[in-house]
């Protein structure tokens, strides 16, 4: 669901999120824990990736890993 193109275009970042981003990895072996698949793990960064590029275009403020991974 929701725009092809706007999942095209994070299916790579979530890909080299999950292998090379520290928080983002633990969030995805969390997840695995609980039982996901490998789709709904790619699909969970993707929107982690998403919330945290809304954060900062609003707020104005510059990415803040501690601040963005808290939630």
């Known amino acids: 669901m929701g725009s092809s193109r706007l999942r ?3 299916y790579m970042p979530a890909i ?11 969030m ?3 997840l695995r ?3 996901k698949t490998g789709k709904q793990i790619v699909c969970a960064a993707m929107r982690k990736l998403l919330n945290i590029a ?3 275009l ?3 403020q ?3 890993a501690k601040l963005a991974l808290a939630h």
């Not at 080299?16 to 633990?26: C, F, G, H, P």
């Open 8 to 10: 095209a275009g994070l």
């Open 58 to 60: 609003k707020s104005g």
């Open 28 to 30: 995805g072996e969390r």
């Open 16 to 26: 080299s999120a999950l292998t090379y981003n520290e928080a983002i990895r633990a």
């Open 62 to 64: 510059p990415f803040d």
């Open 33 to 35: 824990e609980r039982g």
């Open 54 to 56: 809304y954060g900062v």
